[in-house]
Structures are given as structure tokens and as C-alpha cells.
């Protein structure tokens, strides 16, 4: 297997990449991005629109899509953080009612903003379901969704086999929260098409441009780059599971990574032996979840059931045999069908995890720098609406984004190196232990 990620990563081999512009020389901006994932390309639109005067910059330090935003499953959903019981145990059932409000607005204003700009991603509008495989897992989509219906939340509902049945096909399946509003879309192809979106607005993007220094001051940040410098008023950290490298954010998040299989074009009776009609997105309700959707030419995904874990700065553990093979092995068992199937792509992405499991924006260098990190892997919804949350906080407007609850909330800090793999290992440890319980196959 290469190393090379745009070989092996499966949406990356769909798009085409022009050479990449650098910076090069001193360049003075209004505002400078870092980042070039869905959070910074939103930023920088958002912020477009809002100051069409405003000299605005993007720099990547590999390609636009190059992280997760090119590399997750590409579901466009309303999860906040891991689950709806864990946010309103840790904020408070308000504040989990306000959390899905936030991202049931971040999923349209992603489906609206493809259809408007005509942003060229696969996407489909097909619903999402949450399925139960194990009594246990049962009991637990049952009280999340009565969970949903006390909080006065709509548009959820469990579907009993016989009904869930009728839409996708799986000896494992005991019903499923179903919930309409969830895109399925290529990620890549949507970050690319942002880049092309962006630049015929008068954005500067600068791709293979790795920030080294970031010093805040008055009246201009200096960003500090191989071939330059950027001055910039305002900043803003798009850098999610990365941003444990920025020095400022060192303990804000964690990098997890999650792995992904994907099969051949299936044919047609393979495709009958599914029975999947409406081709929604699926999770399942392990900690570790399973994730799985039908691609544009229709190609099976499924991603998740394990992380890796990298110690300190490394970022390199995109691949893991083991979870590969173990993923195939679901694949064929939640589909028997799909005995015979061959895959064709194993791939895997760094997502930013907060030790509170729920998102974080804020505001550091008395405002002058915003972050944004806990994605969580659920994050293509909520990274298109944090761009029009961060440029209302950049440009210094209350509103009802803004007065979010995570919007400045203190995280729980991440302790230092070994601590951390120490105290990230045992997390990890616990759901592996909680999946084999709930679910023994």
C-alpha cells in the first residue's frame, strides 16, 4: 500500500489539483485563515459576504481537503458532539436542545449553500438512521429518541425491523432512530469546489504554505511562513485536529484517528441483496461507532469501529491493518450479501477530540485570534455554520450564534505528554471494553 494519501484516499483520487500557490514575500490582509478545511473555507466566504471590501487570505500547509474535511465519510448531519445523552449530561438539557437546533440549521445552510453556488460534491438529501445491532443498543437508540421527544425536539422517530426492513436490509437490525434531515456528499469534491468558489471571489489561497510562528500584536498578527510573512488584523485558527500543534491550543483538543473501507462498485444484485432504498447514511450506537453510506457509483464506505492514537506531535497514523480487515469483516456481516466484495481503498484521517466530547469555539489574544476545534468526525453540517458563527465573532456582532453555549466555553485542558496518551489510551480502552459487552458477535 502506498503512502501517499492522495493514492489511497479514495475521494481525493476524484478531484483534480492544480499546482499549488504559495506565499511568497510580505502580504498584509484584513483577516488570515489557517487551515483550509471546511471551517476556514466557510470563514472565508462568510466573511466575503458580510465585508465584500475585506482582503482575506487562506493558508494550508498541504492542499485544500488535504485533512479531514477531503478524507471523513461525508455525512452532512446533526450529531453535536458524541451523542444527545452525553450533551445534556455535561451542559444541561437546555443546552443539548440548543445544540441540535444549531446543527439541524448547520445541515440546511450546507444543503443551501451547495445548491446556491452550485458546488459540484455528489450530494444527496436522503435522510439519516441510526441503527440498533445488539438488545443493548436497542434499549439505548429507545431512550435516546425519547430523550429527543422531551426535549420537544421533531423529526425524529424509531421505526420498528418490519418498517426499517422496507428501507435497507440486515440480519443485525432491530430498528432504527430515522431522522430526514442528513446529506450525503463526496467531501473532497465540496472542498475543492470552495477553493474554486473562494478564489473567483478575490480570496487569496496558499497551499503548501505551513505556518512556523504565529505572534499576536497590535495592530497586526504576524503569521511567519517558509516563503513569507502574513500580517493580518484578525486571525483565525481553522486548524481543528491539528490545532494541538499551534502553541496557543496546545491543550485545547487531541487528534483521534478513525479509518475507513471502501468496496468496488457494487452491482446490481449486490445492491438487491441490501434492499437499500433511500441510500441514507447509517451509524450504528457503538461508542465506536460504525459508519457506512452508498457513494456517487455506488461503492459501500463504512469507517469507524476503532481510533488510533499518536503520541505528542506525530500525526502519521492513517493506516491500520488491523482495523482495515476488522472493518471488512463488518462490512460482510452486517451485508452477507457482500461475501464476495473487494475492496479497493483503505484510508484514514486525523478528527479533533475535546475531552468533554462536544465542540469549542472561542476567542484568544484578547480576540484577536478565533479557534475552533471537537469536531468529533460529525463535522461537515456544523464546520459550514461555525464559518458564519466565527465571522460574526470576528467582526465583533452579537447574535444569536454567538450566544451559543460553545461559543467561549471553558474546555476541560488537556494534560501533557504522557499524561495524555495515558489518559486518551484509557478512554479509548473503556468504549472498546463497553462495545464487546453491548454488542459480544
Request: hydrophobic content about 40%; overall charge neutral.
Amino acid at each position: 500500500m502506498t503512502n501517499t494519501v492522495t493514492d489511497y484516499v479514495y475521494w481525493l483520487t476524484t478531484i483534480d489539483r492544480e499546482p499549488a500557490r504559495s506565499l511568497r514575500g510580505d502580504l498584509e490582509v484584513d483577516f488570515a485563515i489557517v487551515g483550509g478545511g471546511f471551517t476556514g473555507l466557510s470563514t472565508a466566504y462568510h466573511l466575503k459576504q458580510a465585508e465584500p471590501s475585506a482582503r482575506i487570505a487562506i493558508v494550508e500547509s498541504e492542499f485544500i481537503g488535504f485533512g479531514a474535511s477531503g478524507r471523513n465519510g461525508g455525512f452532512s448531519m446533526t450529531l453535536f458532539g458524541l451523542t444527545l445523552p452525553i450533551t445534556a449530561l455535561r451542559f444541561g438539557k437546555d443546552n443539548a436542545r440548543a445544540a441540535h437546533h444549531y446543527m439541524e440549521r448547520a445541515v440546511d445552510t450546507t444543503k443551501a449553500l451547495i445548491g446556491e453556488l452550485s458546488l459540484d460534491c455528489d450530494y444527496e438529501h436522503n435522510g439519516f438512521l441510526r441503527v440498533a445491532t445488539s438488545a443493548r443498543y436497542e434499549k439505548r437508540i429507545r431512550h435516546d429518541v425519547k430523550l429527543a421527544e422531551k426535549l420537544g425536539l421533531t423529526g425524529i422517530e424509531w421505526i420498528e425491523p418490519e418498517q426499517l426492513a422496507e428501507q435497507v436490509q440486515s440480519p443485525l437490525y432491530r430498528g432504527a432512530w430515522s431522522e430526514p434531515r442528513c446529506g450525503i456528499l463526496n467531501p473532497a469534491k465540496l472542498a475543492r469546489a470552495w477553493k474554486a468558489e473562494l478564489e473567483s471571489r478575490g480570496i487569496d489561497i496558499f497551499e503548501a504554505t505551513p505556518v512556523t510562528e504565529i505572534t499576536p500584536g497590535q495592530p497586526h498578527a504576524v503569521l511567519t511562513t517558509p516563503g513569507g510573512r502574513l500580517k493580518a488584523r484578525k486571525v483565525v485558527l481553522a486548524t481543528n485536529a491539528y490545532s494541538h500543534l499551534i502553541p496557543q491550543l496546545r491543550r485545547k483538543q487531541v487528534p483521534a484517528w478513525t479509518h475507513i473501507v471502501l468496496t468496488e462498485p457494487l452491482s446490481d444484485q449486490q445492491m438487491d441483496s441490501m434492499g437499500w432504498r433511500n441510500r441514507q447514511g447509517i451509524e450504528d450506537a457503538r461508542g465506536l461507532v460504525h459508519y457506512y453510506r452508498l457513494t456517487a457509483d455506488n461503492r459501500l464506505l463504512m469507517g469507524g469501529r476503532d481510533v488510533s492514537l499518536a503520541y505528542g506531535n506525530s500525526m502519521d497514523k492513517d493506516l491500520n491493518a488491523r482495523t482495515f480487515a476488522a472493518l471488512e469483516s463488518d462490512v460482510r456481516r452486517t451485508f452477507p450479501g457482500l461475501t464476495g466484495v473487494r475492496f479497493t481503498h483503505r484510508w484514514g484521517g486525523p478528527v479533533s477530540v475535546t475531552l468533554d466530547m462536544a465542540p469549542a469555539i472561542g476567542r484568544i489574544a484578547d480576540g484577536q485570534m478565533i479557534y475552533s476545534v471537537g469536531c468529533l468526525g460529525h463535522a461537515v453540517s456544523a464546520t459550514h455554520l461555525h464559518g458564519r458563527t466565527i465571522t460574526d465573532l470576528l467582526l465583533e456582532r452579537e447574535s444569536e450564534l454567538t450566544d451559543v453555549f460553545f461559543v467561549d466555553r471553558r474546555t476541560l485542558p488537556v494534560p501533557p505528554e504522557p499524561l495524555r496518551m495515558a489518559l486518551t489510551g484509557a478512554i479509548r480502552g473503556y468504549l472498546r471494553l463497553e462495545d464487546r459487552v453491548n454488542d459480544p458477535r
